[in-house]
């Protein structure tokens, strides 16, 4: 693509998402072959096209506050405590334990695949600008020390009649007060998982976050 034909393209798409009401059928067509990488448009443009922003621009702020608020306190509902005052052995369904037990499997997965597919870029490990209050005021359990004391500092797995342990994945964040970006990836998989309990987790999925989450959080300034 040509300097002018690229210029002409973020025109293009300023145009469109200038508008009052945006032109779905139009911004589809124009990010049919891409969308501009050197501007803030792609963060925006996936929001709309997503259907987590409407057409009607007048109302995006709006919706973007009340949508965070809705996440905060999908986090409050379905993130752990930090202590559970019940005894873990006790056989009644209705115990908090039964649902933390079922959720450990599909919570291992993630911990697993958000550890292995970020240890090299720096932005995963990096503090967020925009923690969680309740995992930085302690009242809700990181969910990574929960996998740890679920496996008791190391992963081990079953192999016939033996056990083989396998190594620990046990990390620190340097303060209590910060929370890195990969917990961030763990802690918005997991939320999903709980909504979507018919589909849940699956393996793989981790991946596009690690490009959605970095374009979300550098063009648009907030997560």
């Given at each position: 693509?040509?300097?002018?034909?690229?210029?002409?393209?973020?025109?293009?798409?300023?145009?469109?998402?200038?508008?009052?009401?945006?032109?779905?059928?139009?911004?589809?067509?124009?990010?049919?072959?891409?969308?501009?990488?050197?501007?803030?448009?792609?963060?925006?443009?996936?929001?709309?096209?997503?259907?987590?922003?409407?057409?009607?621009?007048?109302?995006?702020?709006?919706?973007?506050?009340?949508?965070?608020?809705?996440?905060?306190?999908?986090?409050?509902?379905l993130l752990p405590p930090?202590?559970?005052?019940?005894?873990?052995?006790?056989?009644?369904?209705?115990?908090p334990w039964e649902n933390?037990?079922?959720?450990?499997?599909?919570?291992?997965?993630?911990?697993k695949d958000v550890r292995?597919?970020?240890?090299?870029?720096?932005?995963?490990?990096?503090?967020?600008?925009?923690?969680?209050?309740?995992?930085?005021?302690?009242?809700?359990?990181?969910?990574?020390?929960?996998?740890?004391?679920?496996?008791?500092?190391?992963?081990?797995?079953?192999?016939?009649?033996?056990?083989?342990?396998?190594?620990?994945?046990?990390?620190?964040?340097?303060?209590?007060?910060?929370?890195?970006?990969?917990?961030?990836?763990?802690?918005?998989?997991?939320?999903?998982?709980?909504?979507?309990?018919?589909?849940?987790?699956?393996?793989?999925?981790?991946?596009?976050?690690?490009?959605?989450?970095?374009?979300?959080?550098?063009?648009?300034?907030?997560?």
């Amino acid at each position: 693509m040509t300097p002018t034909s690229y210029a002409q393209k973020v025109i293009n798409f300023d145009k469109v998402l200038s508008q009052e009401s945006v032109d779905l059928a139009e911004l589809k067509k124009l990010s049919f072959n891409g969308i501009p990488d050197s501007t803030h448009h792609r963060a925006l443009v996936w929001r709309i096209l997503l259907n987590y922003l409407p057409s009607d621009r007048t109302i995006w702020e709006k919706v973007l506050a009340d949508k965070r608020q809705e996440y905060w306190k999908f986090g409050d509902e379905l993130l752990p405590p930090h202590s559970c005052p019940l005894d873990p052995l006790n056989p009644d369904p209705s115990s908090p334990w039964e649902n933390y037990f079922k959720d450990n499997e599909v919570l291992l997965q993630i911990d697993k695949d958000v550890r292995r597919l970020y240890p090299s870029i720096h932005f995963f490990q990096s503090s967020t600008a925009n923690p969680h209050p309740g995992i930085i005021s302690g009242k809700i359990t990181r969910l990574h020390t929960r996998v740890n004391s679920c496996v008791t500092g190391s992963a081990v797995e079953s192999r016939g009649m033996g056990i083989k342990k396998v190594k620990s994945n046990k990390t620190e964040l340097e303060t209590n007060s910060s929370e890195a970006h990969w917990e961030v990836v763990e802690r918005i998989l997991f939320v999903y998982a709980k909504l979507n309990k018919g589909q849940s987790y699956v393996q793989g999925m981790s991946n596009k976050s690690q490009i959605s989450v970095p374009t979300e959080y550098h063009e648009s300034g907030q997560e």
